[in-house]
Structure formats: C-alpha cells, structure tokens
C-alpha cells in the first residue's frame, strides 16, 4: 500500500494557561496543545514527520522504516500517522524485546517491529546499515535520524502562524516569546525559521546541557538559509535526561491539578518547571505575554512514572 496521505494539517488549540505564580509575577501564560492533534497522532513528532511523510509520499514509497526506543515518541506517532492513513510502518528498535505502553501501541497500530540489540542499534549510523532491510523492504522510505534535521524542522514551522491565527480568540494583540522543551532543538529551530528572528524562543533542556542541542539547532537555521534569530537556552534536565525526582513530580502533580492539562515527566513538566522557576526569579517584566508548547509524548507517561520508585504515592 503506497504512503498516501489525505490533505490533512491539523491545528493545535491555543488555550490560556492561568497558573498562580504566572499570575502572581504579572506574566500571562498560554498553552498551545499538541498533544490534542487528533485521536491517534499528537505531539510535536506528527510535526517533524510532516515534511519526511510528503516526502515519502512523493516518491512512490511503499511505507516507512524508522528507528527509536521503546519509549520512542517518534515512533509513536509514526505508528500512528500509519494506521490513520493506511500505510506500512516498520519500526526498528534499540535493545531486546520489552513491553512498554509505547511498543503496545506501535503493535495495537499495526508497526512491524524488529529488535537490534544494543551494538545493532549503535551501528545505524554505518554505510552499510540500511542494506539488509532495504533488501526486507523495497521501496520503503528511510528515516533514519527520527524527524530531526532542516525536514523535521521545516515540519514545526506551521506552529508559528498556528498561534498568531488564535491570538484574536484568546483576547491577546500579540506575544512576548515562546516557551517549550528541547530534546534535539528541531521543534525549537522550526519556531525560529517562522518567527523569523520577530521574538525570542525560550528552550527549557531536556538533556545534560554537552548534547549539542546548540550547534544542532545552528546547522538546521542555517541550511534554510536564515539567520539564527534570537533564542535562549535553559537548563531543565535536573540531573539527566528522563532522571525524574520527587520534587519534578509534585510539581507536575500539582500543576495537572491546576490546569486541569496532563504532563509528562520527561519533557513537559521538567519544561514548564524551568519556566516558573525563572518567572519567580524576575527574568520575565510584568505584563509579558508567553506561549507554552505541550509537546506531548503523554503516551510515555505512565512508563516515565513507573520507573521512579515513588509513584505509589502519586495514586
Ligand atoms: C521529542 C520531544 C521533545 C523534544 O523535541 P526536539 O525537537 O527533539 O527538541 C519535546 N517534548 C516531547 C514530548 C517530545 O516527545
């Protein structure tokens, strides 16, 4: 079944995020929801598969191929955009066979799965890697770096007018800057190529601060061809990508209580966390107007969770 895929852009509801230390500081938050894309497909990965899926599609692709963990959000919603649309997955994935609520849903959505082991996984980078399963899988479209790169970035563009489009329905004239968590920075380099240098973008780490998420994000601007524009990297990692502490979780906790929006440990919570701690530090003037992206990834909650040995006490 060759990847066809209908004419379909789905938008991100803009919704207000009151939070009472946002308030408190004067700073005006909104929440722009990824995660309500579409039953099946959320999050930030729909947006940085976008470009890869036309690209699929435009060349006579019989389905696509792609890597990631067990917990892979890309994977996920790769999945997914193949059981929406009806074409084939394959999913190749790190490690040996495990059940997480991921690789349920890749399964339950009809991705065919191989496990590579750990040295089989480290070797994707190889020239020769892709040989075997192109012979598996002829005229399968590859994608081997997950959805990052100028095509995944070019993707998470759209979320710039996506916004600007729902300012009139939230009572706002305009905004101050973005907010939003950072894995690769592709998400946050697409945010940059739309603003177009017009505000500053806001990334909350998500890994230790020597992963590269800088140069990453410098390569992808500048192959589009632009300027960088103006961004501003924190640390939100607390210790380590997907190290998860008590006080992350009564954060998160408390925060899915106030707004009534459900986080992620890895991403989403660690995010919004970072902001609040700069606003409590004054870094934000009073009156300014921020937009908080939920990425999504809420398929991964209940894992995130489960791995920290205190989430008896969060149920
Ligand atoms: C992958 C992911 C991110 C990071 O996106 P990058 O484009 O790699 O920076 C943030 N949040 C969630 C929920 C993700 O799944």
């Known amino acids: 079944m060759p990847v066809v895929l209908p004419d379909w852009a789905p938008r991100a509801p803009l919704q207000p995020l009151p939070l009472d230390w946002a308030q408190v500081a004067g700073v005006e938050l909104a929440v722009l929801r990824l995660d309500l894309l579409d039953p099946l497909i959320s999050g930030n990965k729909w947006f940085k598969l976008s470009h890869h899926l036309a690209a699929a599609q435009a060349c006579g692709a019989d389905g696509v191929i792609s890597l990631g963990g ?119 380099a697409g945010l940059l190529l739309g603003e177009a240098a017009a505000r500053p973008v806001h990334a909350a780490l998500a890994v230790p601060a020597d992963h590269g998420v800088e140069q990453q994000v410098q390569a992808i601007v500048q192959a589009a061809g632009q300027a960088v524009g103006r961004y501003h990297l924190h640390d939100a990692c607390r210790g380590g990508f997907a190290r998860v502490d008590d006080a992350l979780l009564a954060f998160m906790q408390a925060s899915e209580v106030a ?47 489960l791995q920290h040995t205190d989430v008896t006490r969060l149920h």
């Open 70 to 188: 067990a917990h892979s959000n890309h994977l996920h919603a790769l999945a997914a955009a193949g059981k929406r649309f009806a074409f084939n997955t394959v999913g190749l994935l790190r490690g040996h066979p495990q059940q997480t609520p991921t690789v349920s849903d890749l399964q339950a959505f009809g991705m065919q799965l191989h496990w590579l082991g750990y040295a089989g996984y480290r070797a994707r980078h190889a020239t020769d890697f892709w040989l075997p399963w192109q012979a598996q899988y002829p005229h399968f479209y590859t994608l081997p770096e997950g959805g990052g790169g100028l095509s995944g970035a070019l993707g998470c563009m759209c979320l710039v007018q996506q916004v600007r489009e729902q300012l009139p329905a939230l009572g706002w004239d305009d905004y101050d800057a973005w907010w939003l968590a950072a894995g690769t920075g592709t998400t946050l």
């Open 259 to 305: 707004s009534g929006i459900a986080l992620e440990p890895l991403y989403t919570a660690k995010a919004l966390m970072a902001l609040r701690q700069q606003v409590e530090a004054g870094y934000f003037a009073r009156g300014s107007r921020l937009v908080f992206v939920h990425t999504g990834g809420l398929q991964g909650r209940a894992a995130a969770l």
